[in-house]
């Protein structure tokens, strides 16, 4: 049984398509960012960075202890080493597949959520950081709309590198047009259409059913970095 610490953004996202994905058992534990609930106690003994996703994998592959894992990226690769899926056996097609996986999480993920921040959230508009992450988001979409002319998916078939990398790609919040990148287009829309996908996202609806604006507390909690 997989104890999921999530909450419905691209990093939670990530990690129930993989869930889905899988087949695994799995439970959700709501972790309500604007409310603070990233501040528990309990939930920082195991996610110190007070960031979500997080999970306990109560039946880890040596039999021992729980085993607790934060961080995305960290998670959907203990995932995949654990079931043998979605990566690759052989030094090259791990790398492959690794390669993509921290550009996502050292490059999409970052830059875009700076996107999300300064053009949906921030309260001052500051035309210089909206132009700058506008422009960003637009190179990394065209880095992988490049990467993906001559491939179905990012690593040679269907792997983590894909699952953490579609949640993030939102053209309409992030100022881009999909017909710019007819590669990254085909390939999302094929992603969107697995059925392991729409369970996923309907998992998140279950959480939270309707994306409303993030209330002044919420912004100070979530931004401010501060307890509620």
């Given at each position: 049984?997989i104890?999921?610490?999530y909450?419905?953004t691209?990093?939670g996202?990530k990690?129930?398509?993989f869930l889905?994905?899988?087949g695994l058992?799995y439970?959700i534990?709501?972790?309500n ?11 920082l003994?195991?996610s ?5 996703p997080?999970i306990i994998?109560?039946?880890?592959i040596?039999q021992?202890d729980p ?6 990226g960290?998670?959907?690769y203990?995932?995949a080493e654990k ?7 052989d030094?090259r097609?791990?790398?492959d597949?690794?390669?993509?996986l921290m ?5 999409l993920?970052p ?8 053009t ?13 992450y ?5 190179r990394?979409y065209?880095v992988l ?9 990012v690593?040679?078939?269907?792997t983590?590198a894909d699952m953490a990398c579609?949640?993030?790609?939102l053209p309409?919040a992030q100022g881009?047009?999909?017909a710019d ?5 085909r390939w999302h ?6 059925p392991a996908t ?5 998992r ?9 604006p993030?209330t002044d507390e ?9 307890r509620p």
């Amino acid at each position: 049984m997989i104890e999921l610490y999530y909450w419905p953004t691209p990093n939670g996202h990530k990690v129930t398509m993989f869930l889905e994905e899988a087949g695994l058992d799995y439970e959700i534990h709501p972790i309500n960012i604007g409310a603070g609930d990233q501040f528990r106690p309990e939930f920082l003994a195991f996610s110190p960075n007070n960031r979500m996703p997080a999970i306990i994998d109560t039946r880890p592959i040596d039999q021992q202890d729980p085993l607790a894992v934060f961080e995305s990226g960290a998670i959907l690769y203990y995932m995949a080493e654990k079931t043998g899926k979605f990566f690759h056996s052989d030094p090259r097609g791990k790398a492959d597949v690794m390669q993509w996986l921290m550009w996502q999480m050292g490059g999409l993920g970052p830059m875009l959520g700076q996107n999300h921040h300064f053009t949906r959230y921030a309260s001052e508009k500051i035309p210089y950081a909206i132009d700058r992450y506008v422009k960003e988001t637009a190179r990394l979409y065209g880095v992988l709309d490049r990467h993906l002319a001559d491939r179905e998916f990012v690593a040679g078939g269907y792997t983590i590198a894909d699952m953490a990398c579609y949640p993030w790609i939102l053209p309409e919040a992030q100022g881009q047009d999909m017909a710019d990148f007819p590669n990254l287009a085909r390939w999302h829309a094929a992603i969107a259409a697995r059925p392991a996908t729409a369970r996923a996202y309907a998992r998140g609806k279950e959480i939270r059913p309707e994306d409303t604006p993030l209330t002044d507390e919420q912004k100070r909690v979530l931004f401010g970095q501060s307890r509620p």
